[in-house]
């Protein structure tokens, strides 16, 4: 039985795409081949037992990092529990016929273009070797926010997700599976034109700043 821990990276905790992104991993994997574990960063930041946490990754055969891009790369809090992660691995060596863990990351960006990603895939893979696990792919995934509006109004199957689809089938087939073969990053996003995503996603930003139009442009052009 492959053990498998997602680690949520978002500032949003439940509330955000990444969670989601793991609530439909997690429904695609074979629970016969499987056992799949949930830490939040959120959370671990609230906790005084800290270490807890970093004991339960030490014993599991897969991690896979689920958060959302941050100015091109990843958000402070998250960083700042790898770091910690690294300490502990530091003062808990791991016994000499240990199999080091794999590693993957699903990485999910405001921007329609899922390639936008790629920076902060790379930044995971150095992680991964620098702490001493196998780096194995990532997974990036444009329209962030679209994903999250349509999580359960719009089925991963559809024609819109498939390539999302697609990836999550490669990245289960992975998890469950004993053999590695070599797999590159795979870049994906909803399929729609970029005028009909800007427009939508221009609409909903200025649902979400709860001000009209011309007062936001106003605020925007006055912090200038
Ligand atoms: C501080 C901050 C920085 C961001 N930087 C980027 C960025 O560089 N590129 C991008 O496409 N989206 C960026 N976004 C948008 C988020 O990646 C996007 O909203 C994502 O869907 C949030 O995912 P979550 O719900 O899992 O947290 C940024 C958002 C915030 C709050």
């Known amino acids: 039985m492959n053990k498998v821990c997602f680690i949520n990276g978002s500032p949003r905790g439940i509330n955000s795409t990444s969670k989601g992104l793991i609530n439909k991993v997690i429904e695609m994997l074979d629970m016969q081949k499987t056992q799949s574990h949930e830490l939040s960063v959120v959370e671990w930041r609230r906790k005084n037992t800290k270490e807890e946490d970093f004991e339960l990754m030490s014993t599991m055969h897969a991690i896979v990092f689920v958060f959302p891009l941050?100015?091109?790369?990843?958000?402070?809090?998250?960083?700042?529990?790898?770091?910690?992660?690294?300490?502990?691995?530091?003062?808990?060596?791991?016994?000499?016929?240990?199999?080091?863990?794999?590693?993957?990351?699903?990485?999910?960006?405001?921007?329609?273009?899922?390639?936008?990603?790629?920076?902060?895939?790379?930044?995971?893979?150095?992680?991964?070797?620098?702490?001493?696990?196998?780096w194995r792919f990532g997974i990036g995934i444009g329209a962030g926010?679209?994903?999250?509006?349509?999580?359960?109004?719009?089925?991963?199957?559809?024609?819109?997700?498939?390539?999302?689809?697609?990836?999550?089938?490669?990245?289960?087939?992975?998890?469950?599976?004993?053999?590695?073969?070599?797999?590159?990053?795979?870049?994906?996003?909803?399929?729609?034109?970029?005028?009909?995503?800007?427009?939508?996603?221009?609409?909903?930003?200025?649902?979400?700043a709860k001000m009209s139009k011309k007062t936001l442009s106003k605020r925007v052009w006055a912090e200038a």
């Open 145 to 208: 926010e679209f994903m999250r509006e349509t999580m359960e109004v719009i089925p991963l199957k559809s024609k819109l997700k498939q390539g999302i689809y697609n990836a999550f089938t490669v990245l289960t087939t992975d998890l469950e599976g004993q053999e590695v073969t070599g797999q590159n990053n795979i870049m994906t996003n909803p399929s729609m034109p970029k005028l009909i995503f800007t427009a939508a996603a221009s609409r909903h930003w200025i649902k979400e």
């Open 70 to 134: 941050y100015v091109d790369a990843i958000p402070s809090s998250l960083l700042e529990f790898m770091y910690a992660f690294d300490e502990y691995l530091t003062k808990h060596p791991c016994p000499q016929d240990y199999k080091a863990p794999k590693v993957y990351s699903i990485i999910n960006n405001g921007f329609i273009e899922g390639k936008q990603n790629i920076n902060a895939l790379q930044i995971m893979a150095h992680y991964s070797t620098r702490i001493g696990y196998n």
